[in-house]
């Protein structure tokens, strides 16, 4: 079995670039405790990253809805994640900016904590496999609700988030699916563990509001798409229901890029042409 950690030369460690094995961090930090962690993915096309800045813009912020400043601006994480993809020659592959709270203090009030940021980046051509694009995936409706706005800092990608989606893909992968499909408090559509979800209904694409998932940046590039290409969009509430209806359903989020959805427990669903012509464009805008 491959080993990311073993694979990687080189990490970009709080302003410096190090040998991989030496980027680490004490077992005490804050944020392995209390999950005051926020993290971001990017793709790298042709040794490309796409989209970085608004990527680590959003790094940025979510430390600031968790509550820390991050010791960084913009500009030098987009020059340290360049530099790195340089260094590592990776062509195809993905970025994992991450930011944590120090190991100075375990008191719910970290008062003291420094905040910590690291960049990887390895190669990583797709998440489900070659044939995914092609063939579809499967998802499992998951017996947990996305943390909503009472919750979670929604809009935050921070480590807290991820617990319950961590437990949704175990539950997936148990029942043979390739991914979770998390539902709000109401019971209405909300996204996939890592993605959001596209639904075509009459034509139009239809997609859960921004109060339980998050605005992706994807997301917001398929509503650019859906305008070039003439489809009408409906940001609107969606349920179980209406879904397993749709004609044709899509992931879409940076790792995933756009990925057909070929069934949801039971109902199953064609690779149509909407989601043909959505992701055939968003692989032109990206470069791929
Ligand atoms: C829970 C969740 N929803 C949606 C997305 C898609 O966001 P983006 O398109 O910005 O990658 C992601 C990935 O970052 C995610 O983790």
Known sequence: MSNLAQSIRHIWLDGEVVKGEQAQLHV?????????????????????????????QRLIDSARLIGFNLPF????????????????????????????LGSETLSMLPTGAVPHVAIAVWDWPDVFGPQARSQGIGLAVSEWVRPGPA???????????????????????????????LLD???????????????????ALVTPPTDYVLNGITRQAVFGIAQALGLRVQ?????????????????????????????????????????RAVSEHYRDIVGA
């Open 28 to 56: 005490l930090s804050h944020g392995l405790h209390y999950a005051q962690s926020v993290f971001e993915g990017i793709r790298v096309y042709g040794g490309r990253p796409f989209r970085l800045t608004e990527h680590h």
């Open 73 to 100: 601006a913009v500009d030098a994480l987009d020059s340290a994640a360049r530099d790195l993809i340089r260094r590592e020659g990776v062509g195809t592959g993905y970025l994992r900016p991450v930011a944590w």
């Open 151 to 181: 919750s979670s800092p929604v809009q935050a990608k921070c480590a807290g988030n991820y617990a319950l989606a961590v437990l949704s893909r175990h539950s997936a992968a148990r029942q043979g699916a390739d991914d979770a499909l």
């Open 185 to 203: 408090a109401q019971g209405n559509v909300a996204e996939s563990t890592g993605a959001n979800l596209f639904a075509v209904r009459h034509g």
């Open 235 to 275: 940001e609107r509430v969606l349920s179980l229901r209406e879904l397993f209806a749709a004609e044709e359903v899509f992931l879409c989020g940076t790792a995933y890029e756009i990925q057909p959805v070929r069934a949801i427990d039971s109902h199953t669903f064609k690779i149509g042409e909407v989601s």
